[in-house]
């Protein structure tokens, strides 16, 4: 680093060293079966993810991209629980992790898939971000986590999650749950319900309907349960010709849920293969509503 404008005391070029050691062994268990009448490949897959950082003081170096990552089970196996190269967290712990899949043995594809796993410590967690209140984590493990993600039919998907973290007192950190159908052609419908203790609680549906080759509707209502208030709700409609396409979205947004909301319409026009006039909707619209794209042929 080279600081400049530094408090008293503080260093203008601090460094830092670190050396990280990691070992991920895993067992792999299958079996064939039936899954009401299917023949199936069901699989066991046990993981053990070992990792060590020695502590090293780094009070002293700021915090310029560096965030905590939020935890999922893809946080049981990362080398570092931050983001960014400002913070590189000391560790001394195991990760037990089990994984389970219901594959379908014709064509190999995964229609059920099941996960759980923890990190146990054994020794506390120093490293903090300057932001946090300072204090080490002393816990002994972390979070249980559980995910199960399942295809239920061509154009239906589901998956859920659960954290229980026995180191608070209400114990079910996060959950969440989502429902998917998308039939390849356009019409698309989503559900999912999101929970994170203390933070937030909510719905959000989105949609987009075909009502022939040219005309589309699309739509979304994200609602906080906490809060009853809508976060964010659009309505839409696009025209898609050989020559030229349109979109018109009527939006209602906030940000702070004790806040009146932010109002406004969109339209965008676009000529095939040459220009486009107006704000970029279908990019808004890709972001807000899993599964939709504006090319056809992606």
């Given at each position: 680093y080279d600081l400049e404008d530094q408090a008293p005391g503080l260093e203008e070029d601090p460094t830092r060293t670190t050396a990280t050691l990691s070992v991920d062994s895993g067992l792999y268990f299958e079996r064939e079966t039936n899954w009401f009448g299917d023949a199936i490949t069901q699989t066991l897959e046990p993981r053990l993810y070992y990792l060590y950082t020695p502590h090293e003081d780094q009070?002293?170096?700021?915090?310029?991209?560096?965030?905590?990552?939020?935890?999922?089970?893809?946080?049981?196996?990362?080398?570092?629980?931050?983001?960014?190269?400002?913070k590189v967290g000391d560790a001394n712990q195991l990760t037990l992790a089990l994984t389970s899949r219901n594959l379908d043995r014709r064509t190999g594809e995964e229609f059920l898939r099941a996960s759980l796993g923890q990190i146990y410590y054994f020794s506390d967690r120093e490293v903090q971000l300057q932001s946090s209140s300072g204090s080490v984590d002393t816990d002994d493990s972390s979070a249980f986590v559980a995910e199960v993600a399942a295809r239920i039919s061509r154009n239906w998907r589901t998956g859920?999650?659960?954290?229980?973290?026995?180191?608070?007192?209400?114990?079910?950190?996060?959950?969440?749950?989502?429902?998917n159908y998308n039939n390849g052609e356009g019409r698309l419908f989503n559900f999912a319900y999101r929970f994170d203790d203390g933070d937030y609680e909510k719905t959000d549906i989105s949609a987009s309907l075909p009502l022939n080759h040219q005309w589309n509707l699309v739509g979304r209502w994200?609602?906080?349960l906490m809060h009853s208030a809508t976060m964010e709700a659009f309505a839409g409609v696009e025209?898609?010709?050989?020559?030229?396409?349109?979109?018109?979205?009527?939006?209602?947004?906030?940000?702070?849920?004790?806040?009146?909301?932010?109002?406004?319409i969109?339209?965008?026009?676009?000529?095939?293969?040459?220009?486009?006039?107006?704000?970029?909707?279908?990019?808004?619209?890709?972001?807000?509503?899993?599964?939709?794209?504006?090319?056809p042929d992606k």
């Amino acid at each position: 680093y080279d600081l400049e404008d530094q408090a008293p005391g503080l260093e203008e070029d601090p460094t830092r060293t670190t050396a990280t050691l990691s070992v991920d062994s895993g067992l792999y268990f299958e079996r064939e079966t039936n899954w009401f009448g299917d023949a199936i490949t069901q699989t066991l897959e046990p993981r053990l993810y070992y990792l060590y950082t020695p502590h090293e003081d780094q009070s002293a170096l700021p915090d310029f991209d560096t965030a905590e990552h939020g935890f999922s089970f893809a946080s049981l196996f990362r080398e570092n629980r931050f983001s960014g190269a400002d913070k590189v967290g000391d560790a001394n712990q195991l990760t037990l992790a089990l994984t389970s899949r219901n594959l379908d043995r014709r064509t190999g594809e995964e229609f059920l898939r099941a996960s759980l796993g923890q990190i146990y410590y054994f020794s506390d967690r120093e490293v903090q971000l300057q932001s946090s209140s300072g204090s080490v984590d002393t816990d002994d493990s972390s979070a249980f986590v559980a995910e199960v993600a399942a295809r239920i039919s061509r154009n239906w998907r589901t998956g859920a999650g659960l954290q229980w973290n026995p180191h608070l007192d209400d114990e079910t950190e996060k959950a969440a749950f989502a429902v998917n159908y998308n039939n390849g052609e356009g019409r698309l419908f989503n559900f999912a319900y999101r929970f994170d203790d203390g933070d937030y609680e909510k719905t959000d549906i989105s949609a987009s309907l075909p009502l022939n080759h040219q005309w589309n509707l699309v739509g979304r209502w994200d609602y906080s349960l906490m809060h009853s208030a809508t976060m964010e709700a659009f309505a839409g409609v696009e025209y898609d010709s050989c020559c030229w396409s349109s979109r018109l979205v009527l939006r209602q947004h906030r940000i702070d849920a004790n806040a009146e909301p932010d109002i406004g319409i969109f339209l965008q026009l676009e000529l095939t293969g040459l220009t486009s006039l107006g704000d970029r909707i279908d990019q808004f619209l890709e972001d807000g509503i899993l599964g939709y794209t504006s090319d056809p042929d992606k």
